[in-house]
Every structure is written in structure tokens, then in C-alpha cells.
């Protein structure tokens, strides 16, 4: 099933909604700025600055997209998810005061 089938019910404009959508195609595949806009995404280049922002490693690949009426496209996006930030929640590292700590 295509990413554009799995999240075509995904209604919302919120920019979080956005967001997640924009993961969720990530996570099948690599995306062009046509196939988000196809999921209702069509400031692809702000939610993906903004994932970048929370942390995920997203690679833009520029290229030439050429559509169905034979238009050319120059410096379309093809987006990669390269990793996902830490998802450790609920998890606190505590550092040895001085007196804890062995000479």
C-alpha cells in the first residue's frame, strides 16, 4: 500500500497534523514535495524544518521533477528520514555529587 493510500483519511491542516503525516510518509519511504502536497501538505518545506527542529535527521535531495503535462520542475525535493531523535521520555540521568564518587 503507497503512502498516499495509507493517510488519504487524514483530514486535519494543523500544523501537527501536517507534521505527523509528513513522519508517517517518511517512515515508508522517501517523499518528493509532490507527494506531500498529494497528502495535504503543502508547506512540506516548513513542517520538515520544523521535525528538523524536534530532532529528526531529514535529508533534502534537490532534482528535477518533470509532471504529467511535460512541465519541468528544477530544484523539486526529495525528502529522506535518515533517524529518529531519542525517544526517551520518562527517563532522568542522575550524576554522582562529589561525596558519591571514589577517589
Known amino acids: 500500500m503507497t503512502a498516499r493510500r495509507q493517510l488519504q483519511g487524514a483530514k486535519s491542516t494543523t500544523s501537527e497534523a501536517q507534521r505527523q ?3 508517517e ?4 519511504g522517501p517523499q518528493t514535495t509532490h507527494d506531500l502536497r498529494c497528502l495535504g501538505i503543502y508547506q512540506a518545506p516548513a513542517r520538515v524544518i520544523e521535525l528538523r527542529r524536534r530532532g529528526f535527521s531529514i535529508l533534502t535531495e534537490r532534482f528535477t521533477l518533470w509532471d504529467r503535462d511535460g512541465f519541468a520542475h528544477r530544484g523539486a525535493a526529495l525528502y529522506h528520514l535518515i533517524e529518529k531523535p531519542n525517544e526517551i521520555v520518562g527517563l532522568v540521568r542522575t550524576v554522582p555529587n562529589s561525596s558519591e564518587v571514589a577517589p
Not at 510518509?25 to 515508508?28: D, M, Q
Open 21 to 23: 503525516r509528513v513522519l
Open 25 to 28: 510518509a517518511l517512515r515508508v
